[in-house]
């Protein structure tokens, strides 16, 4: 069973920056997919980033292209998502998430839904 832990939320001004870390553990093979969402308040969550696990395939959204970048760390089983001039607009609960099938991260973005899904950190971005 997949296992995901985030941490790296917090409070940080308009223009700063955060990273957040999502250890996982659990998956079936080295084959799979993981990525970041977020749910700000009262929308819907959207797909942020993602990545197959041998990196062939990454995808990032629109919105935070530029300023968020998905980093793989393969020995220690970790992504993170580095976080760099923040908006107010990027309010939202992250969630990591992840699926023991490596082509539910498209270069279009998740094909699927992903199976397992971490508890979520916030991040808020304010003066």
């Known amino acids: 069973q997949v296992q995901l832990v985030e941490s790296g939320g917090g409070w940080v001004q308009p223009g700063g920056s955060l990273r957040l870390s999502c250890a996982a553990s659990?998956?079936?093979?080295?084959?799979?997919?993981i990525g970041w969402f977020r749910q700000a308040p009262g929308k819907e969550r959207e797909a942020v980033s993602c990545?197959?696990?041998?990196?062939?395939?990454?995808w990032t959204a629109e919105s935070v292209m530029g300023r968020f970048t998905l980093i793989r760390d393969i020995a220690k089983n970790t992504v993170y998502l580095q976080m760099n001039s923040l908006k107010p607009e990027d309010t939202a609960i992250y969630y990591c998430?992840?699926?023991?099938?490596?082509?539910?991260?498209?270069?279009?973005?998740?094909?699927?839904?992903?199976?397992?899904w971490g508890q979520g950190t916030q991040v808020t971005v304010s003066s």
């Open positions: 990545v197959r696990s041998t990196g062939g395939t990454t």
């Open positions: 998430a992840a699926d023991d099938h490596q082509y539910y991260c498209e270069g279009y973005g998740p094909a699927y839904e992903f199976g397992s």
């Open positions: 659990g998956f079936r093979s080295r084959y799979y997919s």
